[in-house]
Structures are given as C-alpha cells and as structure tokens.
C-alpha cells in the first residue's frame, strides 16, 4: 500500500534539502581534513554577529553576513573593520543599546557604506595599520541603487575595500519595495501583480557583479548561502588581495519572497541549479571561474515556493521569459559541464 | 612670515600646517583652489603622512571624511554651494555621530538659478545641522580660524565649517601671516578620537535610537554647541598668546557702545561696510558675527544693549519670511524695544556699493527702513515680471524673462 507522501510532508513541513556528506554543499566537517573545514564549522569561529539579533526567522541576509564576515575575521586574524549601509542588515543587529556586532563596526548612511570603507582603509594607512583590513556592505537597496555612486567610486580607485551585496533582491527593510536588483516578474510593493503585466518589468534592472568587472578591480564574486565552501573560499580569497574587491551573495527574504523560513537555503540552492544565480568570479576584468550546475532544475522548481512569483507560474509568457533569463545566463556563463 | 598669496593658497597652507591625515577632494567653484593646492602640497611631500583622496561627489567627500574621522583621523574637505546641498545628509551625519571634520565653506549662492557667484545661502542652508559654524572677515582670519578650528573640533567632538566668501576672499591676493609649523605644533596637539573604530576594542558606531532615547541625544548635541560659547573665545585667546593675533572669538564690535544705529553682519562684507561709515557723518557701530552656530545670543544682546536701532545687513534670506541672520538676532534681543531692520543684499554675488551703503545709512538713522529691504532691487524689472505672469497662462522661465527684460539676452521673443 502506498503512502500519500505530498500531502503529509506538506502538513508536517519537511524540507526538500539533500544534505551531501562531503564536497562543495556540504553541511558539515565531519569527513574533511583540518584544512578544508569551513569556518562555519569550527569552534573557534569569531561570531562576528552574534546571537541576540532581531532578524526574521530564516533570513538568508543574517546567514550570509555571518559566514562572510566570520570567514573575513579568520582571514584577517581578527582584523577587522565593518561599514553597514542602512537597512535591514543594520536594524537588527543594532537596535539601541544593543548591539550583535562584536567587531568594530560603523553605520553612516544608507547610500555611503563604500565612502566610509574608503574613509575607514585611508585612516588605517596613514597611521601604519594595513593589517587591519576594512569591509563595507550593505542590501541590494544599498548598493545597486542609492549607493551605486560610492561603489562606483571605490572600485575606479581601487580603494583598498571589499564590498559585501547582500542581494535579496528587493527593499525588504522598508517594506519590500521594487530595486535595480528585483527580478523581472517578482510581485512588489512598488510593482503589484496586476495589469496586462503584472510584477517587474523584465526589461529593467542591473548586473552589477558584471558592472564592478568593468571597473576592472582584482576580484569580483557571486556567491549564494546554500554552499558554504564556495561562499568561504571567496571571501578568503577576497581578503589575499589588496584594492577593490566585490562580493554579491544571493540571500532569500522570506518575509519579502513569500517563502517559508525553512525554505531559505534550498531557494539559494535551486536559484544556482536553475541559472537563475551564476555563481562565477572575475579577476582585473576577465571571468576567471563559473560553479557548474550540478542538477539543472526547471526554473518552476525555483519560483514555486515563493508567493512572489505565483502570478508568473500561471502566467506562460512570464514564465517562459524567466526560463529564458536562465537559459541565457547558462550559455552566457557556460554553467553546465559540456 | 607674511606672504603675498591668494587667500585659497593661505587656508591650504594653514591646513596643511595642521597635519591633517586624511584629504577628501572634489572641485566645486569657489573652493576648487583651496583642494588644488592641497593636493600639490601632499602629492609634493610637503605635507607628510596624508592620504589626499579624488572623489566622486561631494556626497562621498563627506563619507569618506566621516570613515576616516571614525578611525581617528584627523579630516578635511572643503565645499561650496551646490556641493554643500549634495552632502547635505552626510552633513547631518558627521555632526550626529560627533565628528571634529573640518570643512571649508567657499560662500557661494545655491541655484536655480545656477549662479556660481558670492552670497551665504549655501552655509545659510546648513546652520542647524549640528557643525559649528565660524564666518571669517578676511584671509588672515581664514587662515587663523582653520587652526583654531581643528581645535575647537577635535575639544568637543564636533564638526566645524570655516566659512570664507567665495571669490571675494578664496581669490583675493592679500598679505597674510602664514605662521609656521612649531607655532602651529605647540598650539595643535595630535588627534585623540573620543571614539575609534579599533579590533583591539570593538565598538559599533551610529546604532539606531528610538524615541526613548532620541530627544536626550539631540538635546546633547545642542548643550555642547552652547559649551562651545565658551571654548571658541578661549581658545581664541590660546591662539593670541602663541600667534600674537586676535582673531576675535565669537564676534567683533566697532563703535557699539556709543552709536545710536548698529550694523551687524557677517563674513568679508563688514570691510566694505567700515569703510562706508568711516566715509559719512552718521554714527554708527557695527558688529560682526564670527560664530553663527552656536549663536551667540547674550553677547549679541549685551553688545546691542545701548542701540536705538540694528540694522542686519546679510547675504542671504529664508524665502517666505526673511532675513535669516536678522530673525536669530531679534531673538537675541527679544524683550527689548529695539528695532531690528533687516537688509538683503549681494544676492549671487551682486555688488554691495558705496552709494547704495550711504543711502541706506542715511535711511536707517531716521528709522526710514522697511522691515525687510532688499537692496538695489530693480522694481521696475520685477512689476514688469509680475504683471507678465498675472496676464500670460504660460509667460515662460522667471529668469529669462528678466534678463530679456533687462537687456542682457537678446530681446528675440517679446511679450
């Protein structure tokens, strides 16, 4: 007799996530050498932001900054100097007195973070400090917006800064507004489901990953929170190198996508799989390396759990453009193994 | 040693004898000269251990002092007008997070218009941002005050703005004093930051403040602007016991205790006006406004005490009431029956005349003055203008308008 295994993993809430035991998405240290553990994993991890911070439960953002600035507190030997755009990041995790941080850490504005990295790098030069190393970082809102002028300006400089893009893909601290980093389709505050085309334009918006490549600064990453090994690397990586450095992790908002908490990591995954995230890095311009997908998955697989996009799903025309956006950064990028 | 030098050159050399360490550039006229030279001086050597930065905006110019102030730098920029409007929130910022940056301000009109000529709308547009505000009458008194200034900044944990007229004194060519680095040492200790962005003792700076907290913060921000009326004329005095000059603390009175009619203003215009009662019968006092924030109500008061009458002659105005220096100033003498009149004048940079000084003199003695006045304002090109939009649904651009009507552009479209 069979089950009805739909129905009652809904009701009881399992998670679609494949726990590998080793290689690149795996959770744990067990079966690794000293050296390739992820920092995440070990004992000794800084906890640069610390527990007691007031994010949704299963924001991707607080798990992205985390593993990032963890990775960066290793890397540096706990050198280290954060400049928080405003925003969701900022809000929770220092709601006065309060503070998460437990690294120096400064907010200034919402549309400045890379300014005060530039401000911050400078200082630590000329009073003989280099070998405290400085990251500036903010939303998607932050950067490829409002603070896009700043960014632009660090990188043509190549102040000696690496940038952290949370990208969730939206103004999620202001109550899920529309930015030049929202999906074509995703349903808004500020682009409602409605009309002939409902949601985002699909014809508006920005790669800045790509755009920081043009600037030609030493290292550019993407990265995405459901591979703990790649985001690690690329960060540590980042740190080796002096100038300019951005990286763009992929982090889901489960208030802002309409998406469970517990689904937060498989998006990222499923985002990577389906191309709709090219996970590549770039070096003084030129794409040095892409991730492959392993199991390429329809983009349906990735929209479905998100409230967002439900429109699109039952829309053929958006949902084919979306599959198009996916194919294009699979050729584009070479994702799959030939 | 005194030297004969444009007054942009004076106030890179008085910054530069400051030691600063951190330099954020961007050109905006007036104030371009005073960065250029900056840069020459560090890029040269002649100022040693300075990062001198090219930024993009004067948005990031202020950003990146308030990064490097942060992690206890010591910081300078300089701006002017619509540079002063483009840094406007980082302004707020470096105040609120208590920042000794110190700024130049070449005084400059803010558009539209766009006019690249002297008034002080632009620092005008700043005054209750939380900087302290110095206005400077002359170039040795700019290059002065930017030494006093980074003390005052770095005493309270406050930004300062040094404003200087632009052109009239940024391109003036004067003799000045430029003192010289052991002065400037015994008179300048290092930075010490009251806070620093430090690994070796983690702080998070610029957290977010409630309601439950937010008026105390603000509140303090104001009593240490009113602490400042006392440390900005004693440090005035440290500056006098090694330099040997005064550079006149809050403000500076000429003739105050026995002239019916006062004149207050401030920044350069006071040399013009001196000279315009010196050359007339009247008698009449002036007094010039050296730190218009914090605002210096009682000496304002006390200096004004004896007065029939005060005139503020100033170089700006809040459109829908009026003069802005004139409205602080009759606070400072509220519960008193002396007039205060207020007068506009060199609007984007207009010439304050000696003719149109001497009528007004003679007009104010005899309590001949409207509240406001405007200067030389041309009437007839402005009831020209009015009637036009009154009559016409679409009577075109204010501006172009009266230049037409003026005769300045070609009168190729009539109405």
Redesign the interface.
């Known amino acids: 007799m069979q089950l009805k295994p739909l129905k009652r993993r809904k009701a009881m809430a399992h998670q679609q996530v494949k726990f590998y035991q080793t290689g690149t998405l795996t959770v744990g240290n067990r079966l690794l050498d000293a050296e390739n553990r992820t920092v995440q994993g070990t004992m000794d991890r800084s906890n640069s932001l610390d527990s007691g911070h007031r994010a949704c439960q299963g924001c991707g953002e607080a798990l992205g900054a985390r593993y990032a600035i963890d990775t960066a507190m290793r890397a540096t030997d706990n050198k280290l100097i954060a400049c928080n755009a405003t925003g969701c990041l900022e809000v929770f995790t220092t709601p006065y007195p309060e503070t998460s941080w437990t690294i120096p850490w400064i907010h200034s504005l919402f549309g400045n973070a890379a300014a005060i990295g530039t401000g911050v790098a400078a200082a630590m030069k000329v009073k003989g400090r280099e070998d405290v190393r400085v990251i500036a970082q903010g939303g998607d809102g932050g950067t490829t917006d409002i603070g896009f002028g700043c960014l632009s300006g660090m990188f043509e400089r190549n102040d000696d800064v690496l940038y952290i893009c949370y990208d969730n893909q939206g103004y999620m601290n202001t109550g899920v507004q529309r930015s030049s980093a929202t999906p074509g389709g995703a349903r808004t505050a500020t682009t409602m489901p409605v009309g002939p085309e409902p949601g985002a334009d699909f014809d508006k918006g920005k790669n800045v990953p790509l755009i920081a490549m043009a600037h030609e600064i030493p290292y550019v990453a993407t990265a995405s929170i459901d591979r703990l090994h790649d985001l690690e690397a690329k960060v540590k990586k980042a740190m080796s190198i002096r100038g300019a450095r951005y990286i763009q992790i992929f982090v889901p908002c489960p208030l802002g996508w309409g998406s469970a908490p517990a689904q937060t990591v498989n998006l990222a995954r499923l985002a990577v799989e389906s191309g709709i995230y090219p996970l590549f890095e770039g070096e003084n311009g030129e794409i040095t390396s892409t991730t492959k997908i392993r199991r390429k998955v329809p983009v349906e697989d990735y929209l479905k759990p998100q409230r967002r996009f439900a429109h699109v799903l039952k829309n053929p025309a958006q949902l084919s453009a979306v599959q198009e956006i996916a194919d294009r950064n699979i050729r584009k990028f070479g994702l799959l193994e030939e | 040693m005194l030297k004969q030098i444009e007054g942009s050159h004076g106030v890179a050399e008085a910054v530069a004898l400051c030691r600063p360490?951190?330099i954020?550039a961007y050109p905006i006229t007036p104030q371009t000269h005073i960065v250029e030279d900056l840069g020459a001086l560090v890029k040269s050597g002649k100022i040693e251990?300075?990062?001198y930065?090219?930024?993009?905006?004067e948005?990031?110019a202020l950003?990146?002092?308030?990064?490097?102030?942060?992690?206890?730098?010591r910081?300078y920029t300089a701006t002017a007008s619509q540079g002063m409007l483009f840094m406007a929130?980082?302004v707020y910022?470096a105040s609120g997070?208590g920042l000794p940056i110190v700024m130049t301000v070449g005084n400059r009109s803010i558009g539209a218009p766009i006019n690249i000529w002297n008034d002080q709308s632009d620092s005008m547009s700043m005054r209750d941002a939380g900087w302290i505000q110095l206005f400077v009458e002359d170039n040795q008194q700019a290059v002065d005050m930017h030494i006093q200034a980074f003390k005052i900044a770095e005493a309270l944990s406050l930004p300062v703005m040094v404003c200087m007229d632009g052109f009239i004194l940024t391109h003036a060519i004067e003799g000045i004093d430029v003192p010289d680095q052991k002065q400037v040492d015994k008179f300048l200790p290092p930075f010490v930051p009251r806070q620093v962005?430090?690994?070796e003792?983690?702080?998070?700076?610029?957290?977010?403040?409630?309601p439950e907290?937010f008026t105390e913060v603000r509140y303090i921000a104001h009593k240490k602007q009113k602490e400042a009326l006392d440390l900005i004329p004693q440090i005035n005095e440290d500056f006098k016991q090694i330099f040997g000059r005064d550079s006149g603390g809050l403000i500076s009175t000429t003739n105050t205790e026995d002239a019916d009619t006062v004149v207050v203003t401030l920044g350069s215009v006071i040399g013009t006006i001196e000279e315009a009662i010196d050359e007339q019968d009247e008698k009449i006092g002036a007094l010039t406004i050296r730190s218009f924030r914090p605002f210096p109500l009682e000496q304002i008061r006390s200096a004004l005490k004896d007065a029939k009458r005060v005139v503020v002659f100033e170089k700006c105005f809040a459109v829908g009431i009026g003069g802005i220096v004139a409205n602080n100033v009759r606070m400072a003498m509220s519960g008193t029956n002396i007039p205060v009149y207020e007068v506009i004048a060199g609007l984007g940079g207009r010439p304050i005349t000696r003719k149109s000084l001497h009528k007004l003199f003679k007009d104010a003695v005899k309590d001949n003055l409207e509240d406001v006045t405007f200067m030389d304002l041309n009437k007839d090109v402005v009831d020209r203008e009015l009637e036009r939009e009154h009559k016409l649904i679409q009577a075109g651009s204010v501006a172009e308008n009266i230049l037409r009507d003026g005769g300045v552009v070609n009168a190729a479209k009539t109405t």
């Not at chain 2, 308030?66 to 206890?72: E, F, K, P, T, Y």
């Open positions: 360490e951190v954020c251990n300075c990062e930065i090219n930024v993009e905006s948005f990031a950003s990146v002092g308030i990064g490097s102030s942060a992690a206890g730098a910081t929130e980082a910022n997070l962005l430090d690994p003792d983690p702080v998070s700076i610029g957290a977010m403040v409630g907290a």
